[in-house]
Structures are given as structure tokens and as C-alpha cells.
């Protein structure tokens, strides 16, 4: 790829989502694009495949595979090479598969067309692919609807899309970016071995440092539609010249990260593409930014160690600590108790027939007990499916709990009903995962933010609207816009709003559900420190729902682990992290992808096979043997208990990976985690 | 306005920072910390609302081509007046006359005016269509509201009644009412706006169900709102956009309807009229030659649809708040 450059018409002008881009990809070699969201990695993975939506064009350069300019071929001759040999898979298994078409027709699909195959041998070739992407019962699959499947297998049937036809390059975008760290790793592995076996090459397309850093031969990191810096993997991560990839891998929490250190993010959001820029475009977010970054656009350089990036003024290598603004704040978490929960538990009815009569029911949260202290963030981890959002949700009141008591400052709030719950609701607050749903599309969003105090009747309307200021501005927004609508707020200063709104009552717990998983990693920083540093101004505790273990890691003074509805692990960050009981756990840390080349390949240890058992019908005994390596008969025929392992850290496994307390003390805690669990 | 746009969709229609519709992750928005400079002006709703409904060229003619269409109707006659109203005094008047400059549009079967005719039966059309639509309307949002946001058995329950009232055809249970009951003006508005509500409710039911499920009506939920507010503050106000369309569009339905009973002779009585009953005259006459009583009513009546649903177009756009100006 030479020199592309892909420009958008829009009503307001052209866009040049990617300009002057030259990407080389050598037989069976791993290339990956990373970089935030609008730099134009994807439009880049749909140029090379001639997909760009109507109103994009390839203006300039040539995309050259195996000798033909791909950029010049007729729409007919490109469809011959279009999942012969590039194929491309998407980022949303959920919406890339035809729903009305059986698994085999739709993956045969390619084949028929590419290489004329009959129905049969489309079949054999669909098997063949099938076990190569390691699916589960092959057979079974091929008269399978795609709603059948979960996430996990519904990506892998796209990439056995991908493989039908044998291509000789994939290009793989977010492939990972909607499932869950376990199933994350295994669809990673399987590329890894496809790449190897069939001498493929691949462009993994990705926001994830992570990702990249285990994976890839090559990395290019995209910015504004330029290349902000490309080198071997193993290079880049080590010794990065651009200030971007630093600031860019600084803004990622990793799970070995300080407590105390407070996120590197990126301010401000990167530039206007439909504007020509005569500057260099990282500068006026770049730290290192000087008169001559502001006013010339530097040129491309190559450095000795086969760095090529644009830069003025390089950096050497990663962020150091000294660098970082290094705050570390001493927290004092009271040990009064704000919230406790005893053996919880929810369950929806599964309805079917004209009648929707109760033919069996789903076991979302099936004894959930904790406790959260006045001032901490408590952690809840696990994969999706889990029961960590019902749980989260029946803390705040939204869901009822069929069993188990939820005591919060010394009430009882369980069954509470109608005006007594609601003055409740002052204390206890719930921040939301989606930017863009937990916002009225058609309130302003001062009257976003002083909803809940014109709800629970604060003050008068002027001392509601001066409120709303204070917390604008507490939240770091500007409070003249106010009167605005949501729509016109980015991703990450909608969710500044939302922790306003959520703080407005001042209240003494917030429930935050996965409050940084829609955002991009610069912007999660942001978010996550706010959240932090405001904690410590309001002694608010959090509840922190998340499946990004770094984040949890981040910003939990102790964490629950959750597994299809129990807590299997439960005590401090440092102790669940760093010498975790659970095997469940182990795996989970497994799976999150390292950003360091190095320690990411040399990664051993549990890997968590297979997916998420059905929650309406869940294994007897341990809930995790089914997947657990350690699984012996034992575990199939009655639930661990829970055993000591620290003074606040407890596991419910017979084969833990540490040694208890002690033998003797198991029955004591046993007996006394019904009623106090992971007290200090 | 459809809500699983709202929900993060990544193609925003315009704005200039999301110039690659469907190939980022499910955040359109590029970053932190756009600068608002607190001196921009912020327009109320109602004028940005304006401005995009003027963007719709086709809709800002229909608003004048309707808005000259109820001037002629209801102030025309007042300055140019015909007879309309007595058949006595049209004893001995030639009838089925062609077009002439005495008559511009000629006469009727009745020897009416049939320019005059016109207007008169546009007033009759026009008002009961309206209110009609308006009665469609409310019955239909209620309705489905209630339905969809308290939902469980209650749903159920509307729902399947909803059913068994639509597995009835709209025009014969109307007839059927209309010959039990009499073809009185205001019965035909009330049978109209009551037969016409079942299709609307379905979908503010099912706008209903999503809303109450999002996460703004959770939170809502979770600072100690009152199943009102949320209804009121949330699922209505943005459901507003189909609320709005839906009820042009009945409107449109309900003119259409009352001149289809009027070609069967079951509208307005003589010597009122309305568009539909005109209509009925007409075709009797039309193999005679009188082609008058036939085309410019008919032309008429398809203008009046047409610019209705071109409005109802424009008014979706008004309340789906990303097409805005940023």
C-alpha cells in the first residue's frame, strides 16, 4: 500500500480520513493498526477491500497485492478477490451473520462462489474450517441458526468465513472487541495457529495496546489518518519515538500497575479531518509540542533501529514513572459498613408458549454475599453472563431480589416499597455503561443533571441550578453548556455527565456499571481518575461492575469475583491479584492481554477453555468445573466453601492455588462468611 | 424517530468529526474536551426544531399550498358568497353546466356551484379530518403507552384486545356503525377517530417498551422517580417524534376515510357535503362528459394527502435531535 489516501464527501466539504498511508504486509506476516477511534484504521481495512460506504473515495496512492493495483480493478474483477483471497472480519459477530441462514449454507457460501464447489463439497470444505477455528461439535453446527451460538462462536464461524476460500491475507478488525478477556484469548490463539499453519497473512486491526503488543510482527500506530510511527513489535513497544505511542501506552491501566499512580490520559481529541492541517496533528494534544510542531508538518523519518515515524522531537522510549505524575493518595477507608448483602439471589423466569407460562428460569445471582465499606470502591469482575450487572442493579433498588437481604446503612432496603425507598434513593446513585443511552437524546443537560434533585425535591429551582453548576464544574465541564444537548457532547464528556448526575444528591454509594467500557483508552483514563479523585474529595463509595480486570485493578480496594452468579473469590486488590486462590481467577488474569511484547509471549499458566455454561440450567457442585483445570469428582457433587487465604481474603475452591490459612480455621470462616463476609 | 438509533449507533448523519459511517468501534464520538465558548448562542428548541423543518423544501410548499388551501376554504366564502346551503332556491337553475366565466368550475348535479362546492365540502373534509386524527391520536398514545411501559399482563391483555378490534375491518365496522347509530356529523368524527387509534398504539407501544428500558429511564428509576415522571419526562417526550408523525399521517388517513364513506354514500348528507360525497355525484355523472364534478376535486383531495404526508416526513426529522446544527 503506497501513499493512500481516502477521502469522505460530506455536506460540510471532503474529509481525508486517511491521507499519504503506506502500509507493507509481507507473506504470513502479522501487521497491526492501532490507534483511538476516528484515526482511520478501519477505513483503511475497507479501502484495501474496496468496501468504503458511498460517499468515500480513494483519491490518491496504490494498493498493490500480489502484483495488481487493487485501487484500479473494475468492481467485477475486485469480487473475485474479495473473501478469495483478502477476507475481512468484522468487529460484531452479533450483527455480521445472517440471522434466516443456517451456519453451513452461510459459511459454504464464499466457497460456492469462489471455487464453483457443489453443495457437498461446500459442506466438507465448511467441516474442514469448522475444526480449524476449534469449534465445539462441528456437525451440529452446520444446521445451526446463528442465534444458537454466543458471541464467542458466532466469531469464530466469521472467521471460518474468512478461511473458506483459503485467502492468502486477513484483515481482522476489533475481532475481539465485543467478547469477553477469556474468549478474547482463545479467538487470539486460534489466529496465532492459522497463521502459522496456513502462511497467511494477517492486519489485526485494534484499539487494544494490548492486543497488539502479544500478536503482531510489525505495528503501525495510525493517527488523524497519517502514520504516527511503525517498527517491529518488539521495538515499538521498547523504544517508541512518537509521542503519541507513548502517551498512548501510558494511558493504559495494566494490571501490575501502583495503586497510588494516578493514569496518564491524553487531552483534548484529535483534529478536524475535513480541515486542512498544515501542522503536525498530534501537537496540539503533545506534550512536547513546540512553535515549529504548531506551524510545519514533520516529515517522515526512519532512525537507525528501523523506527519510522513523524516527529520533531522523538521521544525515547516508553513513559517513565518519573515522568507520571506520581500521586499517592492515602485513602482512609473507615471500616463502617455501608452496604452489606447476604446470600442474594435473582431469578428470571424463562416464558414460552401463547400462555407465557414459567417453563424454567434463569439463575442470574444465586447467593451473592459482600460487604462494602464507607469511602472504598469494591470491584466486581467477571465475564459476561455473570450476574455482576443484576447484582449492581438490585443494590441500587431497580431489581428485586427473590431472596437474600441487602442491608444498606443499617436499614434494611430489601423489601421497602413506595415513599419510604425513595428518600433512600438520595443514597444510594448507579452511573451507566452507555454514553449514549444514559442520556435523554431531547433534555438539556443542565436539566439532565438537576434531574435528580428537582425527583427528591432539593432546594429551590435556583439553588438546583446553582448546584448543577458546581457539579459541572466539579466534573470538569464547562457549566455555560448547560443548555445544551447531549448529542452535541463526545463519548467521554457524556460520561462526565452521567457522574454528575449520579453525584448530584450527594450520595453515600454509587453503583458504576462498566462506566469505561464504551470509551477509548485515553479517555478511559480521564474518566477513571475523575471518579477517583472525586472519591476522595466525597467519601463516596463505589461499586465498580467491570470485565476489564486493569480497571478494576485500578481503581477497587477490594474485589469480588463473580462466576455464573457466585462470588468464587473475594478480598483485597492486592491479595486477589497478585496471589489469587481461584483458578477461575488465575485464568481471568491470564487472559488480559499484556501491553509488553515480551511478557505477553511468554505468557504460561490457566487458560479458561471453552465458554460460559447456561445459567438456566448450571452445573452441580462448583459452577466452574466444568472449565476448571483442577477439576476433580469432588467438585462436581457439593459447592466448595468458602476458605481463608488472608485476613480479608477468601476463595471457594477445594484445589486452591495457594494454601489456606489453615485447615482448622476453614470451618470457622465458613460459619462466619454467612454472616460477614470479607470482614476485616 | 427510531430509538435504536439513539443508543450509539456510530453513523451520525452530519458533523464533520465522524467522517467514516460504520467502520469505528461503537464510539462515534472522537474524543475529550471539545471547546463550547460559553458566548455561542444556544437556540431554544423550537427554533432549531424550525430550522430543520425548513430544510425540507418539499414540506415548506406543502405548508403553503395547505395553508392557501384552508384560507380558501373557510375565508374565501365569506367574501365570494354562492349558495350552498338551500336546494330550494336551486329550483330552476340549469344543472351539469360546463365551465364558464359565470362558473368557473361549472355546476352540479343540483346546479350548485361546483367551485363554491368545493370549498364548502374542503371545510367539512378538512375539519373532521383533523379532528379525527386528533382523537386517533390521543386514544393511541395513551393506549400504547400504557401498555408498553407497565407491561406484564397488563400489556397482554391490551394487546391481545387490540388484536381482536384489528382482525375487524377499519370500513365495515364502521358502516356497521354508521347504519345502526345514524350519519351524524359529529358520531362520524367520533366512529372515525375511534376505529383509526389500534396501529398507532402498537407503535407507541412498542417505542414505549423500548424507552422504559433504556438506561436514561433506569437511572431515572434509580433516583426515586415516580413511574409518572419517567413516563412523562422520558418515554413521552421521546416518543414525540412518532407521536407527531403518526398523527399527520392519521389525519391524512382519517380524510381519506370519511371521503371513502362518503363515496358510499354513508358521509356528510346533502345539502352538506364533504370531498368523498362530491366524489360519489360525481362518478355518476362522469360518463355523461361532466368530467368538472370528477378531476378538480379529485386533484384536490390527492394535493391534500400528499402535503400532509410530506409534512408528517419533515416533522420525524424535527424531533430526532442529532440532525440539528451542532
Given at each position: 500500500m503506497e501513499n493512500l489516501q481516502v477521502q469522505f464527501k460530506m455536506r460540510t466539504g471532503n474529509a481525508i480520513a486517511v491521507d499519504n498511508f503506506s502500509l507493507t504486509v509481507e507473506s504470513g506476516q502479522c501487521v497491526g493498526i492501532v490507534g483511538e477511534?476516528?484515526?482511520?484504521k478501519s477505513t483503511t481495512g475497507f479501502a484495501i477491500m474496496q468496501l468504503l460506504a458511498g460517499n468515500g473515495f480513494i483519491t490518491d496512492g496504490r494498493i498493490v497485492f500480489d502484483g495488481t493495483d487493487l485501487a484500479t480493478l473494475s468492481e467485477k474483477d475486485m469480487q473475485d478477490v474479495r473473501g478469495n483471497k483478502i477476507a475481512l472480519i468484522p468487529q460484531d459477530p452479533l450483527t455480521s451473520?445472517?440471522?434466516?441462514?443456517?451456519i453451513g449454507r452461510q459459511v459454504g457460501e464464499g466457497y460456492k462462489i469462489h471455487r464453483g464447489a457443489s453443495d457437498e463439497e461446500a459442506t466438507k470444505r465448511v467441516l474442514e474450517v469448522l475444526e480449524m477455528v476449534e469449534m465445539p461439535r462441528p456437525k451440529e453446527r452446520l444446521n445451526q441458526y446463528p442465534f444458537e451460538l454466543s458471541g464467542g462462536l458466532r466469531q469464530r464461524v466469521m472467521i471460518a468465513m474468512g478461511l473458506v476460500c483459503a485467502p492468502s491475507l486477513l484483515i481482522a478488525d476489533e475481532p475481539t472487541t465485543a467478547l469477553d478477556v477469556t474468549i478474547q484469548e482463545q479467538i487470539l490463539d486460534i489466529f496465532d495457529s492459522l497463521r502459522k499453519e496456513l502462511a497467511m497473512s494477517v492486519i489485526l486491526i485494534t484499539h487494544d495496546m494490548g492486543v497488539i503488543a502479544g500478536r503482531t510482527d510489525n505495528v503501525v500506530v495510525m493517527y488523524a489518518g497519517r502514520k504516527a510511527e511503525e517498527n517491529t513489535t518488539e521495538k515499538l513497544f521498547a523504544t517508541m519515538r512518537h509521542p503519541y505511542t507513548q502517551a498512548l501506552l501510558a494511558s493504559v491501566p495494566s494490571i501490575d500497575a501502583s495503586k497510588g499512580a494516578t493514569l496518564r490520559s491524553i487531552a483534548g481529541l484529535p483534529p478536524d479531518l475535513s480541515k486542512e492541517i498544515m501542522a503536525c496533528r498530534f501537537a496540539p494534544r503533545c506534550?512536547?509540542?513546540t512553535a515549529k510542531c504548531h506551524n510545519e508538518d514533520p516529515p517522515a523519518t526512519v532512525d537507525k533501529d528501523g523506527s519510522e515515524y513523524a516527529c520533531f522531537y522523538p521521544v525515547n522510549g516508553p513513559a517513565g514513572l518519573d515522568e507520571v505524575k506520581v500521586e499517592i493518595r492515602e485513602r482512609?477507608?473507615?471500616?463502617?459498613?455501608i452496604l452489606r448483602i447476604t446470600s442474594l439471589t435473582k431469578e428470571f423466569p424463562i416464558r414460552s408458549g401463547p400462555l407465557r407460562r414459567k417453563t424454567g428460569k434463569v439463575h442470574a445471582v444465586s447467593g451473592v454475599s459482600f460487604a462494602v465499606y464507607e469511602g472504598e470502591t469494591f470491584g466486581l469482575v467477571g465475564e459476561s453472563g455473570c450476574g455482576k450487572t443484576t447484582t449492581g442493579r438490585m443494590i441500587v433498588g431497580l431489581e428485586h431480589p427473590n431472596s437474600g437481604e441487602i442491608i444498606f446503612e443499617d436499614r434494611d432496603v430489601t423489601s421497602m416499597k413506595g415513599r419510604a425507598t425513595r428518600a433512600l434513593q438520595r443514597d444510594r446513585q448507579m452511573m451507566f455503561q452507555d454514553p449514549y443511552s444514559s442520556l435523554n437524546p431531547r433534555m438539556k443537560v443542565g436539566d439532565i443533571i438537576r434531574e435528580p434533585l428537582a425527583i427528591q425535591k432539593v432546594g429551590t429551582h435556583q439553588e438546583q441550578v446553582q448546584q448543577v453548576a458546581r457539579l459541572m464544574t466539579a466534573v470538569g465541564l464547562d457549566p455555560a453548556s448547560a443548555q445544551r444537548h447531549p448529542h452535541e457532547f463526545s463519548g467521554g464528556q457524556r460520561q462526565r455527565i452521567g457522574l454528575a448526575r449520579a453525584l448530584a444528591l450527594n450520595p453515600k454509594l454509587v453503583v458504576a456499571d462498566e462506566p469505561v467500557s464504551a470509551l477509548d483508552v485515553s479517555i478511559q483514563a480521564q474518566i477513571l481518575n475523575l471518579m477517583k479523585e472525586l472519591q476522595q474529595d466525597l467519601g463516596v463509595s463505589f461499586v465498580m461492575v467491570s470485565h476489564d480486570l486493569a480497571v478494576v485493578n485500578y481503581m477497587a480496594d477490594r474485589i469480588g469475583v463473580m462466576y455464573l452468579g457466585e462470588i468464587v473469590e473475594v478480598g483485597d486488590s492486592e491479595s486477589v491479584f497478585r496471589r489469587p486462590a481461584h483458578p477461575y481467577t488465575q485464568g481471568l488474569l491470564n487472559a488480559v492481554p499484556l501491553p509488553d511484547p515480551k511478557e505477553a509471549k511468554n505468557r504460561k499458566g490457566i487458560k479458561i477453555e471453552g465458554e460460559l455454561p447456561s445459567s438456566a440450567n448450571p452445573p452441580s457442585g462448583c459452577r466452574f468445573r466444568t472449565r476448571c483445570p483442577r477439576a476433580q469428582e469432588v467438585c462436581a457433587e457439593v459447592a466448595p466453601p468458602m476458605q481463608s487465604f488472608g485476613p480479608v481474603h477468601e476463595a471457594a475452591c477445594y484445589f486452591p492455588l495457594v494454601t489456606p490459612v489453615s485447615v482448622g480455621a476453614t470451618k470457622a470462616v465458613r460459619k462466619s462468611t454467612k454472616k460477614s463476609t470479607g470482614e476485616v | 424517530m427510531s430509538n435504536s438509533d439513539g443508543t450509539g449507533a456510530p453513523g451520525n448523519f452530519i458533523g464533520p468529526d465522524v467522517p467514516f459511517p460504520g467502520a469505528e468501534s461503537s464510539v462515534s464520538s472522537v474524543g475529550e474536551e471539545s471547546s463550547f465558548s460559553p458566548s455561542d448562542k444556544v437556540e431554544s428548541n423550537f427554533r432549531q426544531g424550525l430550522r430543520v423543518f425548513a430544510r425540507n423544501k418539499l414540506a415548506l410548499i406543502s405548508v403553503y399550498v395547505l395553508g392557501l388551501l384552508v384560507i380558501a376554504c373557510f375565508i374565501v366564502p365569506i367574501f365570494w358568497r354562492t349558495n350552498q346551503t338551500s336546494l330550494l332556491q336551486q329550483i330552476g337553475v340549469p344543472q351539469n353546466?360546463?365551465?364558464?366565466?359565470?362558473h368557473l368550475l361549472g355546476t352540479d348535479v343540483n346546479g350548485f356551484d361546483e367551485l363554491g362546492r368545493i370549498l364548502y365540502g374542503g371545510k367539512y373534509s378538512l375539519t373532521l379530518g383533523f379532528l379525527a386524527g386528533l382523537i386517533t391520536i390521543v386514544v393511541g398514545t395513551l393506549y400504547g403507552m400504557i401498555s408498553g411501559f407497565f407491561g406484564g399482563i397488563v400489556d397482554t391483555i391490551m394487546m391481545r384486545l387490540l388484536d381482536a378490534m384489528l382482525s375487524i375491518p377499519n370500513l365495515f365496522l364502521i358502516i356497521a356503525l354508521v347504519a345502526v347509530f345514524g350519519k351524524s356529523t359529529p358520531f362520524l368524527i367520533i366512529v372515525i377517530g375511534m376505529t383509526g387509534w389500534f396501529l398507532t398504539a402498537r407503535l407507541i407501544r412498542s417505542d414505549a417498551l423500548v424507552i422504559k428500558n433504556l438506561e436514561y429511564s433506569q437511572a431515572s428509576l434509580a433516583m426515586g422517580a415516580s413511574k409518572l415522571h419517567v413516563i412523562r419526562r422520558h418515554v413521552f417526550v421521546n416518543s414525540m417524534g412518532n407521536i407527531v408523525t403518526v398523527g399527520t399521517f392519521s389525519v391524512a388517513d382519517a380524510i381519506q376515510l370519511l371521503s371513502a364513506l362518503g363515496f358510499l354514500g354513508l358521509g356528510i348528507q346533502l345539502p352538506a357535503t364533504d370531498w368523498g360525497t362530491m366524489l360519489n355525484e360525481g362518478t355518476q355523472e362522469l360518463?355523461?362528459?361532466?368530467w368538472w364534478e370528477v378531476f378538480p376535486v379529485s386533484i384536490l383531495f390527492i394535493v391534500v394527502i400528499v402535503c400532509i404526508n410530506f409534512i408528517g416526513d419533515a416533522m420525524r426529522d424535527i424531533f430526532e435531535v442529532r440532525l440539528r446544527d451542532r
Open positions: 477511534s476516528g484515526c482511520g451473520l445472517n440471522p434466516t441462514t443456517k506534550q512536547y509540542a482512609t477507608v473507615s471500616t463502617k459498613e | 353546466q360546463p365551465p364558464s366565466l359565470h360518463w355523461n362528459g361532466y
